[in-house]
């Protein structure tokens, strides 16, 4: 479009206004300019033209050959000179690909993109229109890998239920029952079992479609080790021996592999170690080297629970952590400590106890190195909302000023009055949550504090005596009375005074609660079974907070006081 005939031109190319000025001793050149503006436009078009039908093609071959999908993507030259819609629908389809091809979502630089696209064209999922809804859910879906694999939990549920709603709306079932399992799978160690329920509706959206035998073995999976986490082992070998025998039949041997590891973990879990090994080796035998570290983890734990500590050493020594997630060197160094333990070899203990809190310190730093980066980016894009905000507010009460000034000046004085409250009553609201969000911050840094000295105190005295167990003296609860007060808005004391009937166990009990510890930290910490601390939670439930409805979990209660 021309803006001017003597010095200003100006024209979209790739989606953005392109602007040149010249002045009239050129002019003998402006032809030569306006031709080389119309080639760059027609070379934009024809690179529009050229992707479409690579990407329909990449788009069909996707759910059965992503190989074949990847390999029409690359045919596409120079996808960063492709449209905004264009270049959005490619970084899904990249970040699909490679996620089918189990290299996951390890970098944010094409889905973010993508995912921003989606949700301004979509409106956030208020759109009717199917297929934009549709790559709304999928982007918000692999945006929900990304935060995963990086521990950022809260980012990563509100994408999987944006992704649940739009894919519902649409009815887009394959990205529906990916979200229910992945959210099961998000919130399985903090919530067991909200997370089973969330895997079982990814199970009936799955049978609805009947789509892929592979991910309904997946779902089968998680079913499982949700129940595990929730100390249902009965449950849990129902579910994995239902997805074994899937496996087998559909000759599915990554699918096997899980299965048997599955099965193995869960006969650890109750003690009957010889057919845990035996699933666990009948399950390396299939391990190709995406889940190759966690099965030989499994392989070394059976080994070590049937007291074959040199064979679990071997297996732990040959494990190849370098380049990859720092939980793994967490459980190989974690397991080489336990074995030193029993073998007495004090000095070789002491290293691999400072190797295993240094893992779990990167792991720490990692995950909030991410949020701190998803914050910044929430900060900056508030702050350009709220700009654009006050800067229409301001329009419309100049034009409301001029109008009102015309006919009632002490209409203006009121509209003034109304929108300063107005604004402040924002400003008060956005403080609100900005304190809430810091003691948030607060809780989940105290909750990883607590875990790492518990598994600091666990080595020490295991180190000072094999039959000794931890104890919580009266010191520590209070240090950790004044922890929780002074991290969490007084939570101890707001707590004494509302419910003063309450015992001294009833507000550590709670403490423990509020710190997220789950059923088996618990027990360790009372010298109690799981079922014990069960009952306790349900008779606090009952008679300490008179809450009687079985949908509402103590957690939820403690967690709104």
Request: aromatic share 8%; with cysteine.
């Amino acid at each position: 479009m021309f803006l001017s005939k003597d010095r200003v031109y100006s024209c979209f190319v790739h989606g953005k206004c392109v602007t040149l000025c010249f002045d009239k001793s050129v002019k003998m050149k402006r032809n030569w300019y306006i031709m080389l503006f119309a080639i760059m436009l027609l070379s934009s078009c024809t690179n529009d033209r050229r992707a479409l039908p690579l990407l329909d093609r990449a788009e069909a071959l996707l759910p059965a050959q992503p190989d074949s999908a990847e390999v029409c993507l690359n045919r596409i030259p120079n996808p960063v000179r492709l449209s905004e819609a264009n270049g959005a629908r490619y970084a899904l389809l990249r970040s699909m690909t490679d996620d089918r091809q189990g290299k996951g979502v390890g970098s944010d630089t094409l889905i973010r993109d993508s995912h921003e696209y989606y949700r301004k064209a979509s409106h956030a999922g208020q759109t009717d229109d199917p297929a934009l809804l549709r790559r709304y859910a999928q982007s918000c879906y692999y945006m929900s890998l990304f935060y995963s694999s990086c521990d950022s939990t809260k980012q990563c549920e509100d994408l999987l239920h944006q992704a649940i709603k739009s894919s519902e709306k649409c009815e887009d079932w394959h990205t529906c029952y990916l979200a229910y399992t992945m959210l099961g799978i998000t919130t399985n160690w903090s919530n067991p079992e909200y997370a089973a329920r969330q895997v079982r509706k990814a199970l009936e959206t799955y049978h609805k479609i009947n789509d892929d035998v592979n991910n309904e073995v997946l779902i089968l999976g998680h079913i499982a080790g949700c129940f595990l986490t929730a100390a249902e082992p009965d449950s849990a070998l129902k579910y994995y021996n239902w997805g074994l025998k899937v496996a087998k039949k559909n000759h599915l041997i990554k699918s096997h592999n899980e299965m048997c590891m599955g099965l193995a973990n869960t006969f650890l879990y109750k003690e009957e170690y010889e057919k845990a090994l035996q699933y666990a080796k009948d399950g390396i035998s299939t391990a190709n080297d995406t889940v190759l570290i966690f099965s030989q983890l499994t392989l070394a734990q059976c080994y070590q629970a049937c007291d074959s500590m040199e064979q679990a050493k071997e297996i732990y020594n040959s494990i190849n952590c370098e380049g990859s997630n720092p939980m793994n060197k967490y459980f190989v160094f974690k397991g080489l400590s336990e074995i030193a333990i029993q073998q007495k070899d004090l000095e070789s203990l002491v290293s691999y106890i400072d190797s295993t809190h240094e893992s779990m310190e990167d792991r720490f730093l990692q995950s909030q190195q991410v949020k701190d980066e998803y914050y910044q980016s929430n900060i900056v894009k508030e702050l350009e909302k709220e700009q654009i905000r006050h800067e229409a507010e301001r329009h419309k009460w100049v034009l409301g000023v001029i109008i009102l000034c015309v006919v009632f000046v002490s209409s203006s004085i009121i509209y003034n009055v109304y929108s300063r409250k107005k604004h402040m009553q924002a400003e008060h609201q956005k403080e609100i949550k900005h304190q809430n969000e810091i003691i948030r911050q607060k809780t989940l840094t105290l909750t990883v504090i607590q875990k790492h000295l518990l598994e600091k105190l666990e080595h020490v005295s295991q180190i000072i005596s094999d039959t000794e167990r931890i104890k919580m003296t009266e010191e520590a609860w209070k240090e950790l009375e004044y922890l929780l007060d002074d991290t969490d808005n007084h939570f101890v004391q707001n707590l004494r005074q509302q419910y003063k009937d309450f015992k001294e166990e009833d507000i550590q009990l709670c403490m423990l609660i509020r710190l997220r510890m789950d059923n088996a930290v618990v027990s360790n910490i009372y010298h109690i079974s799981v079922s014990a601390v069960k009952k306790r939670k349900l008779n606090l439930k009952k008679n300490g907070f008179h809450v009687t409805d079985p949908a509402i979990h103590l957690e939820e209660v403690i967690e709104r006081l």
